[in-house]
């Protein structure tokens, strides 16, 4: 029997729909949407399309197509948000973490929250900062990423969206990485959950340059320079945008794009991908998929982590599966956009940058009563220890054993399907 079910909810403290409207078309352009505590209501578990069905407990949806942005030369702090709920004008929302002390960058300024900042809104000043946490740690440089990166919540903010052209209201989530003389300025969001245990992730994003981009904000209290011109509308090489989920870099199932490769190359992996005793790629691990349409197009990236198997789709189509190497463990979710001129990702040049416009994100997912810490340490970048590798897309090995923690989960979520007598689906699907 064929079931349908377009699902969304609005991040938690947001109670406001008039920001989010409904939308149709195909399934991989369009979100999920039906009204507001729809899925308290109606559904027990939700389910997502593939050879094994998931079952998944929780669900969110975030959407960031109609975001209301302040007016130009208006000081978002001072401006009236009176019919904007999704500003936060008390206070910034960041991670935990203390401020990270810049020892390798000179010639900075400090940036006035008075001061003009155009038409756009950073992520920190809205509600969904509780939800998606934009990072500011740093990491020296060493030998395996020579230029120092640090993370800015400058780097992340909601902007006009310029794909459409008819409406001057759409908006997108913007991350941004830029080149400087001694470090990149790089940008990375973490959802707040830190216990996920099995997933769907779905985020609908494209990869841009900067003559792609409407509007950005001050970085160091300066705008950057506009070099359209001589950068044009091709995305710079040296960067790499991921999607993650993350507890360690042996416990970790990712989506990366190199704007190295070619535009219609998108690679996957469960860590570790890499031996290095014998400095050579793990095959069972990772694998290179091949996009209908280039990344630098909207596209639907979706990661499922199952109990044993962890699969990756693009626009709905299968890319890759993997058994070798899922994650055993309770991760986070996370989204960046960085560069450490290392083998991995290569080198940006002085003053480039390169853009992630992110549509929407929608996540349905169980948690881990058992484990509530947070990850080992913190998201991606030098466990790439090599440059590149040429993957043909393979089939799955054959099953791991599976520990007796796994086998407990496995059962207990079959357990939960079973019971579940109001499903929703994600996607359209039929079984049997």
Known sequence: MMKTL?????????????????????????????????????????????PEPGYFENYAFWDFRRI????????VEQSDNSSN???????????????PQDTNSTNRTTMDDDE???STLLLSHTAFAYDWKPQKWHRHSNSVGPVPLLNSPENVFFARNPLDEDDPESTHLVLRATRFSDHTATAEIEHYLRNVFHCSLRVRMRVMSMASVAQQPKLYGHYLPNNTTTQGSTVPSGACAGIFIYRSSTCESDIEILTSDPHTVVRYANQPDYDPVTDTAIPEAGSIGILSEPWTNPTTHRVDWLHDISRWYANDELQASKRYGVPSL?????????????????????????????EWIEFAYNTSLRFRNAPDDIVPVERHMRGPVARSASEPESDDDVEAL????????????RQCRRPCYLDDVEYS
């Open 116 to 118: 003009d900042d155009s």
């Open 406 to 417: 796994e086998e407990a989960d496995r059962l207990s979520e079959r357990k939960r399907g």
């Open 85 to 99: 709920p999704l500003l936060l004008t008390k206070r910034r929302v960041h991670n935990s973490e203390s401020e």
């Open 6 to 50: 377009l699902l969304s909810l609005l991040p938690p403290l947001l109670a406001a729909t008039a920001f989010f409207p409904f939308v149709s078309g195909d399934r991989s352009t369009a979100s999920p949407k039906l009204p507001f505590d729809y899925h308290r209501c109606q559904c027990d578990c939700y389910v997502v399309s593939g």
């Open 68 to 75: 209301p942005l302040p007016d130009r030369k208006v000081n």
């Open 330 to 358: 309770p991760s986070i979710m996370a989204i960046n956009l960085w560069s450490n001129g290392g083998n991995w990702t290569g080198d940006l040049s002085v003053g480039q940058s390169v853009y992630v416009g992110i």
